[in-house]
């Protein structure tokens, strides 16, 4: 149980291009669910947490405008990145909560992103 | 703001060798804990964690990790490793247990266990 799956895995984009990455929860109802950005020999860094029917909280420094988060239903979320530029190239993992109270979360498999 | 610390940034290791990964955290109050493991080309999988309790947790494959409240570390250990275990392996902490936020990562420790 709890497997939390990612789409698209890869994604290739011309810069000024919008790009859209879903988060499912396959198997359980996600209350909260996580956006994570992974740089290259780096840890995870907590771009924003969603609760389904409310709006994104966004961490300092991410930009609410450009990485726009909707959590519409208890199994999908959704990060798009808005007129992406080459140095929004990382690698995007989301993770879900059941709820608030058991803190574990689950991490989807990350989506890839390269803006050329 | 909370900060964790996994000082060791790649272990390398032959088969059989014992394990011990570090992990510290800056947060005085009250804290959950897990261990993460990432095998290459795989998401993100929990090993183990800590909320509460007996301070020796026990998790898959046989890891194991000690919370020491007054060291403020939670450090993972396996007696034997295999060559299956290599993977990058993240300490996170949640400074504020009972909410969903807050989880703050190490920046991981790249495990190389050699056959």
């Known amino acids: 149980g709890a497997v939390v799956s990612q789409h698209p895995s890869r994604v290739i984009c011309k810069s000024g291009t919008s790009v859209k990455i879903e988060c499912r929860s396959l198997d359980f109802q996600a209350t909260t669910m996580f956006w994570y950005r992974q740089f290259p020999k780096k840890s995870l860094m907590l771009m924003a947490t969603?609760?389904?029917?409310?709006?994104?909280?966004?961490e300092q420094g991410v930009e609410k405008d450009k990485f726009l988060i909707n959590h519409a239903s208890l199994t999908l979320s959704t990060l798009t990145v808005t007129s992406a530029h080459p140095e929004d190239s990382s690698f995007y993992i989301c993770?879900?909560?059941?709820?608030?109270?058991?803190?574990?979360?689950?991490f989807g498999p990350g989506t890839r992103l390269t803006v050329l | 703001a909370q900060s964790v610390s996994q000082h060791n940034h790649h272990v390398i290791l032959s088969e059989a060798a014992s394990l011990e990964l570090g992990c510290n955290y800056s947060y005085g109050g009250t804290v959950n804990l897990f261990w993460y493991v990432q095998y290459p080309g795989q998401h993100l999988q929990l090993l183990l964690k800590y909320f509460s309790g007996d301070p020796l947790v026990k998790g898959i494959k046989g890891f194991e990790a000690e919370f020491i409240k007054s060291k403020f570390s939670f450090n993972l250990r396996k007696p034997s490793v295999q060559w299956s275990d290599t993977a990058e392996y993240f300490c996170a902490v949640n400074e504020n247990p009972g909410s969903a936020r807050q989880l703050t990562f190490g920046s991981g420790t790249q495990l190389t266990v050699l056959p």
């Open positions: 969603s609760n389904e029917g409310s709006k994104a909280t966004y």
């Open positions: 993770s879900a909560s059941r709820d608030g109270r058991t803190d574990t979360q689950y």
